[in-house]
């Protein structure tokens, strides 16, 4: 009975400092850890400088304020050669988050109809669904890129041929080109009721729910919301003079004029990307479906509601507690996934950083740009789910 | 008055072909629709996909004017350049050594997946196999030409990549995983930085961060090959992943068990060796089979930096300037073998999922 803990009833004796102590040796390996971890840092922070100095290599954050000099193919904000590497690097992230925003909401629409189609009694849908859910899972991403990005570039007519598939939609190896509004004051109006719509239907949504919690009696929520969503904008369309001429791409020499433009690049990333992402995503809402109870579609059925009743009133949400922490990792997977788009050319974040870092040597500051801005959106992306999936849970006693 | 025993034939339109039909495809109105879309869809895919890859192709032109010319796909092309995308630049006359390599680590892969071998001779297995890949890859023993690992490529590239990679950040994941749920504050914080840090970042940057940071890290003079570089952003990427499905295993197991450990006044060693991990690592099985196939599917990007693994050896093969424009037939044929892989590794793991699922379903 050599441990004082063990025979100490009486007045704690003084603690020795010994092996066999749990807290001495947690802080003992705690302390280990930490300075290996520092050692190793510091070894190679001073490698590091060292190398850098051998190098004439300059170290900071200055080379932004220069001037680029190159190119970049398609970019949301005027850009030019002549900017600044911190210009050309907001160019990268602004197509990366547009890449990713578009991506998700289109993933997330498709991916919810493969789930719920290859659950579907319908054998023929059932099975189609499940072929591409398969095959699209098991190929790597970056090959299905180059295989849309070839199918775009490499099968596809020149703009002189180019396949008109709907009037005013022409594909061609250039990318595809579509109708675009002209610009006119009624569609920025336009654009801000369609924000405005979002607002409205929070409070709509609140409003409901505080009298249905009062009263009993439902509001047509998703009716309303629909109905805002395409009202508002249109209102405010008409506001603004209904204009009715739409800028259509039209042939002038060897190549189309007007309209806007999805570059193959673009459209090959975005393709790819969101038939990846729908394949995991249908995955997702399959198995949240399956978790719940069949014994929910039962009792709806014997209260009398349809299958589609039953789907979106009683089973959805229900499922969007299990659905929603791996849909935010399908999110967070399509996020970085984008960075791929350095692989067939379209220039984003990764693209852009990356022959930044090659023109200028300043490889740490743009590995560490990469880096903070997917740290910083999968952060995000993150937090708004948690309080998404909080806001869902399902709330006990 | 008939009896009772006489048994009647079910109605014709609750059995066959045709209730069948009835049930499964048009049951309602909806379903009715969406069979004809379906229908729809299939009959304007289908027929100009078989044309093109099996009807008007063209298996055995030997150029690609030829190929060219029966309008459907060339696959005389991946005749002509099999080779080159399976191997690679490897040496031409010594490439049954990668085709021998490769077929050792798909049986790796395949005993790995038996229960049989769950036991400590998977370590030797693996441990044997990696040695006996490395020996004949590089080669320069036993009579073997050295060949630099700068000519490697193709399909054993993209399996050691994914094998070694696994294979290695096992350990570090477990490790990292155990460090995770630890009590003692600095090494749980260091472990959820290292953890979060690299799966908030794509792999491309990890693989950037290898081919340009490495080099700079080192101390001068000291310098590892590109391969390795690209092998350890692998590795480092896996172990935080791997980690966090560890850490569900260990989440898994009843709190009994590690208390049961602790009564018997077991150290922490042998508490996780003896106890803990090996349930743990039973449960993880499945997700673990994910892992491995995403980390086979991600080794692709190495791409990206010029390594010669299957994704680029094919891209190599297409810039060949007398078979141009055959990119279509040999990403299917590329898409095939991932296929086939990744395939097979996800029906086993859903069988096993159900093998493993048995001793807990009420």
């Known amino acids: 009975m050599a441990d004082p803990r063990v025979t100490g009833a009486q007045s704690a004796p003084p603690r020795r400092l010994s092996w066999n102590d749990p807290d001495v040796r947690s802080v003992v390996y705690q302390v280990v850890a930490v300075s290996l971890i520092v050692f190793i840092g510091w070894f190679l922070v001073s490698n590091t400088l060292h190398n850098l100095s051998v190098r004439n290599i300059s170290t900071g954050f200055q080379f932004l304020t220069r001037e680029a000099g190159f190119a970049i193919g398609e970019s949301p904000i005027a850009y030019g050669p002549e900017n600044t590497y911190a210009r050309a690097i907001m160019v990268g992230l602004l197509n990366t988050l547009r890449i990713a925003v578009i991506g998700i909401i289109l993933a997330t629409i498709l991916g919810t109809i493969v789930g719920i189609a290859r659950l579907s009694k319908n054998w023929l849908v059932a099975k189609i669904s499940m072929i591409y859910v398969e095959v699209i899972r098991n190929v790597p991403l970056l090959l299905q890129l180059f295989f849309w990005y070839a199918i775009i570039t490499e099968t596809l007519p020149g703009p002189r041929q180019a396949i008109n598939v709907m009037p005013g939609v022409f594909m061609s190896n250039r990318g595809i080109k579509l109708p675009a509004p002209t610009d006119h004051v009624a569609f920025d109006i336009a654009a801000f009721g369609f924000l405005l719509a979002f607002i409205v239907i929070g409070v709509v949504v609140h409003y409901a729910k505080k009298r249905q919690d009062a009263t009993g009696k439902a509001f047509p929520v998703y009716r309303t919301g629909i109905a805002l969503l395409v009202g508002l904008p249109f209102l405010g369309w008409l506001l603004g003079g209904a204009p009715m001429e739409l800028n259509v791409p039209k042939l002038q020499g060897f190549n189309y004029v007007g309209g806007a433009t999805l570059t193959p690049e673009f459209a090959a990333l975005l393709i790819g990307l969101v038939l990846y992402t729908a394949g995991f995503i249908a995955e997702v809402v399959r198995a949240g479906i399956q978790a719940v109870n069949y014994g929910q579609w039962e009792a709806a059925g014997a209260l009398g509601l349809s299958r589609s009743q039953t789907l979106r009133l009683i089973v959805l949400p229900q499922s969007l507690r299990v659905i929603i922490p791996p849909m935010t990792s399908q999110y967070l997977n399509l996020t970085k996934n984008s960075s791929l788009a350095v692989a067939i050319g379209y220039p984003d974040i990764v693209s852009v950083a990356n022959t930044t870092l090659n023109q200028t040597g300043q490889a740490i500051e743009g590995i560490m740009i990469i880096m903070a801005v997917y740290l910083t959106i999968s952060l995000s992306i993150s937090l708004f789910m948690n309080w998404y999936n909080k806001q869902i849970a399902l709330v006990e006693r | ?362």
């Open chain 2, 1 to 362: 008055m008939s009896t009772a025993s006489e048994t009647m034939a079910p109605p014709a339109n609750s059995t066959g072909p045709i209730a069948w039909v009835k049930e499964r495809l048009f049951s309602s109105p909806l379903n009715a629709i969406l069979t004809i879309l379906a229908v729809w869809l299939v009959i304007m895919a289908l027929p100009p996909l078989i044309e093109w890859g099996l009807i008007k192709a063209s298996f055995t032109a030997s150029t690609s004017q030829e190929c060219r010319a029966g309008g459907g796909a060339c696959w005389a092309f991946i005749g002509k350049k099999y080779r080159l995308m399976l191997f690679g630049l490897y040496p031409y006359d010594e490439q049954w050594r990668p085709l021998i390599a490769a077929i050792i680590l798909i049986a790796m892969i395949i005993m790995s997946c038996m229960q049989r071998f769950w036991n400590k001779s998977l370590l030797y297995i693996w441990v044997g196999g990696l040695v006996t890949v490395s020996i004949l890859m590089w080669g320069g023993i036993f009579g073997l030409k050295y060949v630099e690992d700068t000519l490697w490529g193709g399909l054993p590239l993209t399996l050691i990549l994914a094998t070694f990679g696994i294979a290695i950040a096992f350990p570090f994941g477990v490790a990292l995983a155990l460090g995770r749920r630890s009590k003692m504050p600095a090494i749980k914080t260091l472990c959820v930085l290292y953890i979060e840090l690299i799966r908030g970042v794509p792999l491309i940057s990890m693989l950037f961060m290898s081919s340009v940071m490495l080099p700079l890290f080192l101390p001068e003079g000291f310098s590892i090959d590109k391969l390795l570089r690209a092998q350890i952003a692998i590795i480092l990427f896996a172990a935080a992943y791997l980690a966090e499905v560890v850490r569900g295993g260990l989440q898994a197991i009843p709190k009994g068990q590690y208390e049961g450990a602790d009564s018997l006044g077991l150290s922490f060693y042998q508490k996780s060796r003896l106890i803990i991990l090996p349930q743990a690592l039973k449960i993880v099985i499945p997700p673990l089979v994910s892992l491995f196939i995403a980390v086979f599917k991600d080794t692709s990007l190495v791409v990206i930096i010029g390594i010669y693994d299957l994704m680029q050896s094919t891209k190599v093969s297409l810039t060949d300037a007398a078979w141009r424009g055959f990119s279509i037939e040999a990403y299917i044929f590329v898409s095939l073998i991932y296929f086939v892989f990744c395939y097979g590794m996800s029906k086993y793991s859903q069988n096993l999922e159900k093998r493993l699922a048995t001793g807990h379903k009420r």
